[in-house]
């Protein structure tokens, strides 16, 4: 008796989820808002119970807007006894903004739903009210969290409540929750007690006393700073990590702005990890060009075609050779000038209104007197993040691909596929941690510290990085609005009617850089104009008359630099970007002053980069000729628009 009770038990409960299954065979998801004219997805999923009911059937796909009955899209989906129901790809397009209904037909099943349509202009105003309230605030967590609060506020139908509720127990959650962000944040932690420890121990002391040997005045210690920062090239946040906090205390000595250190810092990190062979962006480079290569019908190697599209690479060699030549010819002009004069005559590394995001050379963190300043105790664990980044970067790669995958390829070939295929996040939390207890171990080892007091030193470092640790939530964040809102898109569909074959490397390069700007991501622009750009370039040329095979070559060449060149200059400038925060952080900068005084010469390599380079090139004239042009009006830019600051 009791096992019929438990047959009919299950019996019933099997009929119940048919029924409900049957009373829903299909469900309809839309994103929260979509903007006017630029298309949104919707998406579709079909019951088990339909698909069974219509096998070996061509079951018609309709969507209406409920108002005029306008008749957005229409396809059929044939359902197989084989395989995997595969549905297609559904993207509309509503002219009218507000509230709009959509009536969708799958077979004879018909589902409405309801769309908020904003007008496209407001896509761009969270972002915007950020950079403002930025610079003239000087408060970038108020300024973005009122960028964050504005754009959940257009998610959320206008109510201002539920705005602000949902700024905090929603995007702010996602923007932590997402394991690459939770990497980031715990190895800038880590790497923050680990110069906690090497402070107390007396090593950040002892470097700057070796480095003060050899740079002895302001040039050399620029010229230091500039080095350092390019032969870090495999990844951008070491990079910014290790030259911020490492020369910090000699640029400091040497009465160099903490502006123009974060500069420095600033200009060498992304733009070399841009262009190098190898490195952690190359991976993430080359896919995004494979992926709009293969629809394209094109075999040719991404690898090759990324190697090709370096010399067109401008904005980043330029911000490189300005940094150059501004620590060489000890010249600088616009607001960093003012800086740079300010702690060159009075000593004041910080303005007198300056917030430093991260600050290291407080009492807690500083020697105590009689311990010895040695080198070693900083570049030892500074040596063992670099040395663990480095063969981490190889061995995660190695394990991520297949051997047979590096047959028939050059040394260099295989190095930036085995790099390119890391786990980069991981990585960097590996040698954070590990550089924390080589900085521990040593200074225990020579007694000049307790096993309480590094402890201390290291959690005091921690602390000293909670600010930007923040910062770098709400930048997480407006960028997540940014998507949500479609702002991207909107700059694309302002930009797009512009796009001529000769002006693609140009309006590229200008698209890539007003998108990085506006999200403070360099990777996600990336994503976004990638499979747009490269279709245009390599299609576009071909039906116009004048442009031969050499010419039209040129153009996707220099138009998929542009994409990479475009968001490294907008990421490289926004108040908003991780990277730009993290160099502030790093050089214990004001945040605003960083992006200020940095913003002249980041336009004046973007403008360099656009006269001399994407605009002659999309022409026809030759790359070799452009990139020399280039370096020499950087060099003429500074020598007689720099003002000296020796002193």
Wanted: proline letters at 5%.
């Amino acid at each position: 008796m009791k096992k019929w009770m438990t047959l009919l038990f299950l019996v019933i409960q099997l009929v119940g989820m048919a029924s409900a299954q049957e009373a829903s065979p299909l469900k309809v998801s839309l994103p929260r808002v979509a903007l006017q004219n630029i298309p949104f997805s919707v998406q579709l999923n079909l019951n088990p119970v339909f698909i069974v009911q219509h096998l070996d059937q061509d079951v018609p796909i309709q969507i209406n807007e409920k108002t005029s009955g306008e008749l957005l899209f229409q396809d059929s989906l044939h359902i197989s006894a084989f395989g995997e129901v595969r549905l297609p790809e559904i993207k509309c397009r509503l002219t009218n903004s507000g509230h709009a209904g959509l009536v969708v037909r799958v077979g004879a099943t018909v589902l409405e739903r309801q769309i908020n349509i904003l007008p496209g202009v407001l896509s761009l105003l969270p972002p915007l009210l950020a950079i403002l309230l930025a610079l003239i605030t000087h408060q970038v967590i108020i300024a973005l969290f009122f960028g964050v609060w504005l754009g959940v506020i257009f998610l959320y139908d206008y109510n201002i409540l539920q705005g602000f509720l949902h700024t905090l127990d929603t995007y702010l959650i996602q923007a932590l929750a997402d394991p690459d962000h939770v990497f980031i944040v715990l190895f800038t932690l880590i790497l923050g007690g680990m110069v906690g420890v090497i402070s107390r121990a007396g090593g950040t002391q002892g470097i700057v006393d070796l480095l003060a040997r050899y740079a002895k005045d302001a040039r050399r210690g620029q010229l230091a700073t500039w080095a350092m920062g390019v032969l870090i090239f495999f990844d951008d946040y070491a990079n910014t990590l290790i030259v911020g906090n490492t020369m910090r205390p000699l640029t400091d000595r040497l009465r160099i702005s903490r502006e123009k250190l974060s500069y420095l810092v600033d200009s060498t990190a992304a733009p070399v990890a841009n262009i190098a062979i190898i490195s952690t962006w190359i991976g993430y480079e080359i896919s995004l060009i494979s992926q709009s290569l293969g629809p394209l019908g094109v075999t040719d190697n991404p690898y090759i075609l990324f190697i090709r599209t370096i010399p067109y690479n401008f904005y980043p060699i330029y911000a490189l050779a300005l940094g150059l030549f501004l620590a060489l010819l000890l010249r600088d002009f616009g607001p960093m000038y003012r800086a740079e004069l300010r702690a060159r005559k009075t000593g004041q590394v910080l303005g007198a209104t300056a917030t430093p995001l991260a600050d290291l050379a407080t009492v807690e963190v500083m020697a105590e007197e009689g311990i010895p300043r040695r080198w070693q105790n900083a570049m030892i664990p500074i040596l063992v993040v670099i040395g663990t980044v480095s063969v981490g970067l190889f061995y995660t790669g190695w394990q991520a691909i297949d051997p047979g995958q590096l047959e028939g390829r050059s040394l260099i070939s295989r190095l930036s596929l085995i790099v390119g295929n890391a786990d980069s996040f991981s990585v960097l939390m590996w040698a954070s941690f590990m550089g924390s207890v080589t900085a521990i171990l040593l200074a225990l080892s020579q007694r000049l510290l307790s096993l309480a007091k590094a402890i201390d030193a290291w959690v005091q470092g921690i602390r000293s990085m909670i600010m930007a640790a923040i910062i770098l939530t709400l930048a997480w964040s407006i960028g997540q609005i940014c998507q949500e809102l479609y702002t991207a898109d909107y700059v694309v569909s302002l930009t797009r009617q512009l796009i001529t074959p000769h002006w693609l490397p140009l309006i590229t390069f200008l698209t890539a850089g007003a998108i990085s700007f506006a999200t403070g991501t360099s990777w996600g622009t990336m994503a976004i104009l990638m499979p747009i750009a490269i279709p245009l370039a390599y299609k576009f040329p071909l039906s116009h008359p004048g442009i031969d095979t050499a010419h039209a070559t040129g153009l996707l060449l220099s138009t998929t630099a542009a994409v990479l060149a475009g968001a490294t200059f907008g990421d490289h400038c926004s108040p908003i970007s991780d990277t730009t925060i993290m160099s502030s952080m790093a050089s214990g900068a004001d945040h605003i002053d960083h992006v200020r005084t940095q913003l002249p010469y980041a336009g004046a390599a973007a403008l360099v980069a656009s006269a001399l380079g994407y605009i002659p090139v999309g022409f026809g004239v030759s790359n070799w000729l452009c990139l020399p042009l280039g370096v020499v009006s950087l060099f003429l830019i500074v020598r007689f628009i720099g003002k000296p600051t020796a002193g």
